[in-house]
């Protein structure tokens, strides 16, 4: 501790520019920022830091429990040639621990988070130089809030230093001092100090690599992670973006008056946007199903579809103002995506009549069709706007490039324009019942409209699975087969026939349907399928040959990305923990052998697995290192249990 305090104190007293390039406030503040969002982040699913008493004593500055366990250790060798004192400085860092280098890194605005690792050299009458280190590696940190990856360094491994000796240096005085943060990758953190004196000239072959010209290797180590030769942060001006200057396209000077006419009006135009006409084609068939109707209840059923336009354009503007979020950008969501794509399947659903939105057409008469609610309304007002948003239309991209670098007054006056804008026709058709009366009159074509409109909201269904990611449209598929089942168990037990409370009891059962679809098709079965790619290597016969050949037992299986039996023992058998462990223990080589394409080297992969008597997926082999040519075959569903027993059999390296 007494090292440690001495360490802190020294460095705290003298800080050159060209020892410590990155030892400053931003870096103390950055180390107690990684504890507590480590503290923080515990709060998740995934727990990413335990940090004991020791650790936040020492990481503090204060006094400590107990003195924790280094997870690093240096040895320094030097040796006197001519007029410099070399150093080789060898230092290892524990498995599954790193230390960060010497510049932090990260990305512009978005730095890495830890304690940079100060080195001091020091002996009587030499004048040390920056040391050469290995170029580090680089470790993710996107858990932690604002940051996204540091430099850091793993294993062993060797750094050099040189020392300028004046006619009067004593090189047998040297010490160099350590003061530096290890951490485990899920956020754990100890700190690293020792001082420490030249444990002698070391072997010839730990100088082996001692750069001939050690200013250019200094520059060369130095321009490989972005610092200027000196050791600086280099000059962002070289990878400054290029500047454009855009013409034309021009603004103007306008008012806001002008601006609020125009956003009226290109409000007024998306509802002959391609994205909206699904929904608004839905709308004009309850305006020729209320043509009939109480002129107040048409009025209140157009001021409701109205009313959820204006809703979601207030939505929108709110995510404008506050998180400067642009026109449509809230489908960059996964979560908005999906939403989205479920809600008008069920839309597509209803047409179809696997459920009914509205009530009852007439009191008495359950069989005599349904005819719109408020509350309905409402919804196709907002579903008809958050559709309207991936399109654009005349005067709106202006409209909103202006509107977006003005106040939060003016944001939510234009959008609230938009808004009225896109809802004015339909106050104006509804509050006219005189325009009503111009629409075709009901009749028996209209079930044939409503269901030629279900196919449509199928279609903008398959176009809207083109914005999801392409390796979670699997999941959205079987997700919309639970948004299937909830509505038709609305549709046929939640009927009007039944009790309120009857009624509600299934829209319940309903709802839990949807949610327990959501939770396994989107967040469980995707998490059990997601295959542990660290744990694989690619098959290759060289591979194999080669691993058989050193004595090593190889677990080799043979899978497709379109076998879901495949997929079901990675996750449940091949990937769980007691495997893992056997086959740690065991030296096991685990080998992926794909065919999900038909390619030369997959029929090569199916030839091999016809030798091994297979015709068929899933299979798997192990072939033991002491008898490699009697390997045991497992096919179709595997246990971990059968897999276990293979390997506990087999000898211990």
């Not at 444990?199 to 250019?216: H, K, R």
């Not at 629409?439 to 999801?468: C, H, N, R, S």
């Not at 893992?580 to 052998?593: F, G, N, P």
């Amino acid at each position: 501790m007494s090292a440690l305090r001495a360490s802190r104190s020294s460095m705290l007293a003298t800080c050159p520019d060209v020892e410590r390039p990155l030892h400053s406030l931003r870096a103390r503040v950055g180390a107690f920022a990684l504890l507590l969002a480590t503290l923080l982040v515990g709060m998740a699913p995934a727990t990413y830091a335990q940090i004991n008493d020791d650790d936040m004593a020492l990481l503090l500055g204060g006094s400590s429990l107990g003195e924790p366990e280094q997870h690093a250790a240096a040895t320094v060798y030097s040796r006197v040639v001519g007029d410099e004192l070399r150093l080789a400085i060898e230092i290892s860092v524990d498995h599954e621990w790193h230390l960060y280098h010497e510049v932090v890194g990260g990305d512009p605005g978005l730095e890495g988070i830890g304690i940079p690792v100060e080195v001091t050299q020091s002996a009587e009458g030499v004048a040390f130089s920056r040391l050469i280190w290995p170029k580090p590696d680089k470790i993710d940190q996107s858990f932690l809030p604002n940051t996204s990856w540091s430099w850091a360094h793993h294993g062993d491994f060797v750094v050099y230093g040189r020392g300028t000796l004046s006619p009067d240096a004593q090189p047998d005085t040297l010490e160099v001092a350590f003061d530096g943060l290890t951490c485990l990758e899920d956020g754990s953190c100890v700190l690293y100090a020792e001082t420490l004196g030249s444990a002698g000239p070391g072997s010839d072959a730990l100088f082996a690599d001692y750069p001939d010209d050690y200013d250019a290797a200094l520059a060369a180590a130095n321009a490989a992670i972005g610092l200027a030769p000196d050791g600086s942060v280099a000059s962002e001006a070289a990878d400054a973006p290029r500047e454009f200057k855009p013409e034309g396209g021009e603004l103007g000077d306008r008012g806001l008056g002008m601006w609020l006419m125009l956003a009226f009006i290109a409000g007024a135009l998306l509802n002959v946007m391609p994205c909206v006409l699904p929904v608004i084609s839905i709308k004009v068939l309850s305006f020729v199903q209320q043509s009939g109707e109480d002129k107040q209840r048409v009025l209140k059923l157009g001021l409701s579809f109205s009313a959820g336009i204006v809703v979601v354009f207030m939505a929108l503007a709110a995510a404008a103002a506050l998180a400067g979020a642009a026109w449509g950008e809230q489908f960059q969501s996964e979560a908005f995506q999906v939403s989205m794509i479920a809600l008008v399947f069920a839309f597509a659903l209803s047409l179809f009549g696997v459920f009914e939105l509205g009530v009852p057409a007439g009191v008495g008469n359950l069989a005599g069709g349904y005819r719109e609610g408020l509350g309905d309304a409402f919804a196709k007002g907002m579903l008809a706007t958050a559709l309207a948003t991936p399109c654009s239309g005349p005067f709106l991209g202006s409209t909103l490039t202006w509107t977006l670098s003005q106040s939060t007054f003016t944001i939510f006056a234009v959008f609230l324009a938009l808004g009225l804008g896109m809802a004015a026709p339909y106050v104006v058709l509804t509050a006219n019942p005189a325009l009503l009366k111009r629409l075709p009159k009901p009749g028996p074509w209209m079930d044939t409209f409503k269901q030629a409109m279900g196919f449509v909201l199928l279609a903008t269904v398959l176009y809207l699975f083109t914005i999801v990611r392409s390796d979670r449209l699997l999941y959205v598929v079987f997700f919309l087969l639970f948004v299937g089942l909830a509505c038709w168990w609305w549709g046929r037990f939640a009927t009007y026939e039944k009790t309120r409370v009857q009624r509600w009891a299934h829209l319940v059962i309903a709802a839990l349907i949807l949610a327990g679809g959501a939770q396994a098709t989107l967040v469980w079965y995707p998490a059990q399928l997601e295959s542990n790619t660290e744990v694989w290597e690619a098959y290759t016969p060289e591979v194999l040959e080669e691993a058989l050949a050193d004595g090593r037992t190889v677990l080799l299986d043979f899978t497709a990305d379109w076998c879901p039996n495949c997929k079901w023992n990675e996750a449940f058998t091949y990937e769980t923990e007691e495997v893992l462990d056997a086959v740690a223990r065991k030296d096991v080589l685990m080998l992926k052998a794909d065919i999900t394409h038909a390619t030369p080297e997959s029929d090569a992969v199916k030839a091999f697995m016809r030798s091994l008597g297979s015709h068929s997926i899933p299979f798997m082999a192990i072939f033991p290192g002491d008898d490699p040519s009697a390997p045991r075959v497992f096919r179709d569903i595997v246990t971990k249990g059968e897999v276990l027993g293979v390997l506990e059999s087999l000898p211990t390296p």
